[in-house]
């Protein structure tokens, strides 16, 4: 069944232009577009949709509306995904994006919107409860050198180097492939990570996105 979704862009050559790139998925069907913070409240409280695709920055302010939408539309349904589209791999906006709660929300690069299929299986995420990062906004993390203080400290170098690559997205079998591990090895350093970071008490698919958000904030600029 194709996912029902609300798009906002303040734009209206992209609004239009994309609109059309999203009615060529048989896994869309987009039922209303926004141009600003109120348009797109309103069109999710009159559709209902799955899913919310937004710009980050819209009417009025041009700052982060698309944050604020994402925390108010979840907060009044928990059951419609939202993916927050952005410029810049700004990481401060994801971590302020997730930190009250990364279930059902993603931040992805604007750039995502020609790939069509990767953009739809973001979609498909959020919509089914889950969280998707960009992987470039941690890309430009990976080379930064952690603080030799706060949680990340406590890490053993694989543990981090395996978190690293948890951070852009990549299964256990992905990671074990890029570190020349075993997945069971994977394993071990992902549940040593977990425990490290207190994070022992939450399904593993919240542990995930919370592990990656504490890479985020360690390793942001002061």
């Known amino acids: 069944m194709a996912l029902r979704l609300v798009f906002a862009e303040d734009n209206y050559l992209v609004r239009e232009g994309t609109a059309a790139l999203l009615a060529r998925s048989p896994e869309l069907d987009v039922v209303?577009?926004?141009q600003d913070l109120e348009q797109l409240l309103a069109a999710v409280e009159r559709h209902r949709p799955d899913v919310v695709l937004t710009d980050i920055r819209m009417p009025p302010t041009w700052t982060t509306e698309g944050i604020e939408a994402a925390r108010?539309?979840?907060?009044?349904?928990?059951?419609?995904?939202?993916v927050v589209l952005s410029q810049y791999a700004e990481d401060a906006y994801a971590v302020d994006l997730l930190k009250e709660g990364a279930g059902g929300l993603g931040y992805l690069l604007k750039e995502r919107i020609s790939q069509l299929e990767q953009l739809v299986a973001a979609l498909r995420s959020v919509a089914a409860g889950d969280s998707v990062i960009d992987a470039k906004v941690v890309e430009a993390l990976v080379a930064r050198r952690p603080a030799d203080t706060g949680p990340?400290?406590?890490?053993?170098?694989?543990?981090?180097?395996v978190l690293r690559e948890m951070a852009t997205g990549k299964s256990n079998q992905g990671i074990a492939q890029t570190l020349f591990l075993s997945e069971r090895a994977v394993e071990k350093n992902i549940n040593a990570v977990f425990t490290k970071l207190a994070l022992g008490h939450e399904p593993d698919v919240n542990r995930r996105v919370r592990a990656v958000l504490t890479f985020l904030d360690a390793t942001a600029p002061g």
Do not use: H, K, N, S
Not at 72 to 82: A, C, E, L, M, T
Not at 152 to 161: I, T
């Open 152 to 161: 990340l400290a406590e890490l053993a170098p694989r543990e981090l180097d």
């Open 32 to 34: 209303a577009l926004a």
């Open 72 to 82: 108010r539309i979840r907060r009044d349904d928990p059951r419609v995904g939202v």
